[in-house]
Protein backbone atom coordinates (compact mmCIF):
# COMPACT_ATOMS: atom_id res chain seq x y z
CA UNK A 1 0.00 0.00 0.00
CA UNK A 2 1.55 3.49 -0.89
CA UNK A 3 0.32 6.63 0.85
CA UNK A 4 1.04 10.23 -0.32
CA UNK A 5 1.91 12.47 2.79
CA UNK A 6 1.50 16.26 2.28
CA UNK A 7 2.93 19.06 4.24
CA UNK A 8 3.41 22.88 4.24
CA UNK A 9 -0.45 24.02 4.76
CA UNK A 10 -1.32 26.71 6.76
CA UNK A 11 -2.85 30.12 7.53
CA UNK A 12 -0.82 33.13 5.44
CA UNK A 13 -2.12 36.46 4.56
CA UNK A 14 -3.19 37.87 1.47
CA UNK A 15 -0.37 37.95 -0.69
CA UNK A 16 1.74 35.39 1.42
CA UNK A 17 3.04 32.54 0.02
CA UNK A 18 3.23 28.81 1.19
CA UNK A 19 5.02 25.66 -0.33
CA UNK A 20 3.62 22.40 -0.32
CA UNK A 21 5.70 18.91 -0.61
CA UNK A 22 3.89 15.62 -1.24
CA UNK A 23 6.21 12.35 -0.67
CA UNK A 24 5.33 8.68 -1.42
CA UNK A 25 5.69 6.19 1.48
CA UNK A 26 7.76 4.01 -0.41
CA UNK A 27 9.36 4.10 -4.05
CA UNK A 28 6.89 4.03 -7.24
CA UNK A 29 7.96 3.14 -10.60
CA UNK A 30 6.53 4.87 -13.75
CA UNK A 31 4.57 8.01 -12.23
CA UNK A 32 3.14 9.41 -15.65
CA UNK A 33 1.34 12.22 -13.56
CA UNK A 34 1.74 14.67 -10.57
CA UNK A 35 -0.77 16.83 -9.59
CA UNK A 36 -2.06 19.21 -6.77
CA UNK A 37 -5.89 19.88 -6.51
CA UNK A 38 -7.83 21.56 -4.02
CA UNK A 39 -11.42 21.17 -2.39
CA UNK A 40 -12.86 24.23 -0.88
CA UNK A 41 -15.81 23.86 1.58
CA UNK A 42 -19.09 22.79 -0.20
CA UNK A 43 -17.13 23.09 -3.77
CA UNK A 44 -16.07 19.63 -6.04
CA UNK A 45 -12.14 18.94 -6.00
CA UNK A 46 -10.76 20.68 -8.80
CA UNK A 47 -7.68 20.17 -10.96
CA UNK A 48 -4.66 23.01 -9.32
CA UNK A 49 -1.68 22.15 -10.98
CA UNK A 50 -0.09 18.64 -13.12
CA UNK A 51 3.31 17.73 -14.40
CA UNK A 52 4.10 14.78 -16.44
CA UNK A 53 6.83 12.50 -16.19
CA UNK A 54 8.41 14.22 -19.40
CA UNK A 55 8.01 17.61 -17.32
CA UNK A 56 5.42 19.25 -19.16
CA UNK A 57 3.06 21.41 -16.55
CA UNK A 58 -0.64 22.50 -16.76
CA UNK A 59 -2.36 24.92 -14.48
CA UNK A 60 -5.85 26.25 -13.75
CA UNK A 61 -6.49 29.59 -15.13
CA UNK A 62 -7.10 30.76 -11.29
CA UNK A 63 -3.33 30.20 -10.48
CA UNK A 64 -1.38 30.62 -13.36
CA UNK A 65 1.69 33.20 -12.55
CA UNK A 66 1.40 32.38 -9.17
CA UNK A 67 2.03 28.73 -8.56
CA UNK A 68 4.59 26.52 -9.96
CA UNK A 69 4.68 22.59 -10.04
CA UNK A 70 7.93 21.01 -9.80
CA UNK A 71 9.74 17.80 -8.86
CA UNK A 72 11.29 17.38 -5.77
CA UNK A 73 15.22 16.44 -5.68
CA UNK A 74 13.94 13.25 -4.12
CA UNK A 75 12.51 10.44 -6.63
CA UNK A 76 8.64 10.11 -6.10
CA UNK A 77 8.43 13.74 -4.43
CA UNK A 78 6.47 17.13 -5.78
CA UNK A 79 6.29 20.23 -4.59
CA UNK A 80 3.90 22.99 -5.18
CA UNK A 81 5.30 27.20 -4.70
CA UNK A 82 1.77 29.42 -4.14
CA UNK A 83 2.80 32.97 -4.31
CA UNK A 84 0.42 35.88 -4.20
CA UNK A 85 -2.10 34.01 -2.00
CA UNK A 86 -5.35 35.27 -1.87
CA UNK A 87 -8.98 34.31 0.05
CA UNK A 88 -10.27 31.93 -2.67
CA UNK A 89 -7.10 29.84 -2.37
CA UNK A 90 -8.09 28.83 0.50
CA UNK A 91 -9.13 24.90 0.58
CA UNK A 92 -7.80 21.78 1.20
CA UNK A 93 -4.87 20.98 -1.03
CA UNK A 94 -4.64 17.06 -2.59
CA UNK A 95 -1.87 15.28 -4.35
CA UNK A 96 -2.40 12.65 -6.73
CA UNK A 97 0.05 10.30 -8.61
CA UNK A 98 -1.20 8.31 -11.90
CA UNK A 99 0.21 5.58 -13.33
CA UNK A 100 0.26 4.57 -17.10
CA UNK A 101 -2.84 3.20 -18.41
CA UNK A 102 -4.53 3.62 -15.18
CA UNK A 103 -2.17 1.11 -13.23
CA UNK A 104 -2.98 3.57 -9.51
CA UNK A 105 -4.04 6.13 -8.90
CA UNK A 106 -2.75 7.48 -5.33
CA UNK A 107 -3.95 10.72 -3.22
CA UNK A 108 -3.00 12.10 -0.12
CA UNK A 109 -5.19 12.80 2.90
CA UNK A 110 -4.81 16.42 2.03
CA UNK A 111 -3.40 19.70 4.12
CA UNK A 112 -5.30 22.95 4.66
CA UNK A 113 -4.42 26.09 3.21
CA UNK A 114 -6.27 29.46 4.59
CA UNK A 115 -5.70 32.53 3.61
CA UNK A 116 -7.21 35.25 5.59
CA UNK A 117 -5.64 38.62 6.91
Known amino acids: QVHLVESGGGLVQPGGSLRLSCAASRSINGIELMAWYHQAPGKQRESVAS???????NYADSVKDRFTIDFGTAKGTVYLQMNNLKPEDTAVYYC???????????WGQGTQVTVSS
Open 96 to 106: NFKGPFKEYDY
Open 51 to 57: ISRGGTT
